[in-house]
């Protein structure tokens, strides 16, 4: 089998003929920058330039000798793009090593703090002295009378939330007629270079776009004090995805496998919210989004989603769900056990093959290995399994629990 086959066999829960491994191939399933550089020592890598696309997160660019050494068979769409060196400026992460970040992100420095600009130069986001990592700061929307809202604005809003504004590469384009001729072409040249199963990044938030420009504390309140306000909200956030998901779609859906949906639901111990409101709010619009994805392409749909979602899973299959990750295994109700012995006949889990909260960074490499094995051997049963870590690598994880990470997969 070769990558893409793998990828999709094991989706489809048909036989593989080994474990299909994803690093680096979203923004949930990557390494911070800090890790990634001292995982390149480590592993005797002394060409390339530490590429950081995501800044919020400061999440590295995997290249093509580290995916290989790990095996891995997926790649994000966004490695089509920024190919030129001169799409790339010169950036230092918190611990002083040099990197590179892309062009169009806007950058000052104040006082030894690192803030993340709007095109217009507001300050959406900062890094102060000590953190690896954005923090927003700023939200649009946080004083409107979300009670009385006609959202009408809320489109031109997106710029000023820093998970909104800010993109990645491929999504930095425009969805304009040149926008979507560069984005189809990078997207098939990227395919026509590789065998990975591609994931194409798509988003279509629903719960958390409110979060990034109301503010989390505001909007969970108006979920219960303003129901049809957020009824009004979630309709006409379908509305705008929708609208680019036909664009988007016509242009990469013959050239990526994997089409990725955004939404944090739950918390450390159970969803955000009740099924019911899950219903109410968000089900009818997942489902028609996903029921079109369907109809244009033949592109398996996959969900980001943290926490303990298991109480939601019946309902998101049955608005149509094929993959859910990143599988955080380390919440109530998500052993993978229980999750397989539910669902393992339902959907596939791309993910929750290694807890990166308490057993990456704390314990040593053979004790990673010795989890990584069981919990693959609980995941792989029946297939419909893609092994990826429990989210992204943080900046202290050693090198050798990574490589010892990745080397136990396929023991």
């Not at 994803?22 to 390339?48: C, Q």
């Not at 979507?180 to 395919?191: I, Q, V």
């Not at 004790?367 to 900046?395: D, T």
Request: net charge negative; proline share 5%; charged share 25%.
């Amino acid at each position: 089998m070769n990558s893409r086959e793998r990828v999709l066999a094991a989706i489809n829960h048909e036989p593989v003929d080994r474990i299909p491994i994803d690093f680096g191939g979203h923004r949930s399933s990557g390494i911070m920058a800090i890790a990634y550089a001292r995982l390149k020592e480590y592993m005797g890598i002394r060409e390339g330039a530490i590429y950081v696309y995501d800044l919020p997160q400061q999440l590295a660019i995997v290249e093509p000798v580290v995916l290989d050494e790990m095996e891995v068979d997926v790649i994000e769409m966004g490695r089509g793009f920024l190919l030129d060196e001169n799409d790339w400026k010169d950036w230092v992460l918190p611990d002083g090593t040099p990197c590179k970040v892309p062009n169009y992100i806007q950058l000052e420095e104040k006082a030894g703090e690192w803030y993340l600009l709007a095109e217009d130069g507001r300050e959406l986001a900062v890094q102060k002295q000590g953190m690896s990592f954005m923090e927003q700061i700023y939200f649009p929307m946080a004083d409107r009378d979300f009670k009385n809202e006609d959202f009408a604005d809320i489109k031109e809003q997106f710029k000023y939330s820093m998970w909104t504004g800010i993109a990645t590469p491929g999504a930095h384009l425009p969805m304009d007629e040149t926008g979507l001729k560069n984005l189809a072409d990078g997207a098939r040249k990227l395919r026509q270079s590789t065998d990975k199963a591609i994931v194409g990044l798509f988003g279509g938030n629903l719960f958390e776009i409110p979060q990034f420009l109301f503010r989390m504390d505001n909007y969970l309140t108006y979920m219960g004090l303003y129901p049809e306000a957020v009824l009004r909200l979630s309709r006409k956030l379908y509305e705008i995805h929708l609208a680019n998901l036909e664009k988007w779609l016509a242009v990469v859906g013959d050239y990526i496998d994997v089409i990725l949906f955004g939404d944090d639901f739950g918390t450390q111990t159970g969803p955000f919210f009740s099924n019911a409101m899950y219903r109410k709010f968000y089900k009818p619009f997942q489902q028609r989004l996903w029921k079109r994805v369907k109809d244009l392409s033949d592109v398996k749909i996959m969900l980001h989603s943290c926490g303990a979602i298991e109480p939601l899973l019946d309902d998101l299959i049955d608005a149509g769900l094929e993959m859910i990750n990143p599988v955080q295994i380390s919440c109530s109700g998500m052993e993978p056990e229980l999750l397989k012995k539910k669902f393992g006949n339902r959907i596939c889990f791309w993910g929750g093959g290694c807890d990166t909260r308490d057993i990456l960074p704390h314990q040593t490499p053979e004790e990673v290995a010795q989890h990584v094995r069981k919990r693959v051997e609980i995941m792989r049963k029946g297939s419909g399994f893609v092994f990826q870590h429990v989210h992204n690598i943080m900046a202290d994880i050693r090198p050798e629990n990574i490589v010892a990470l990745f080397k136990a997969v396929n023991d």
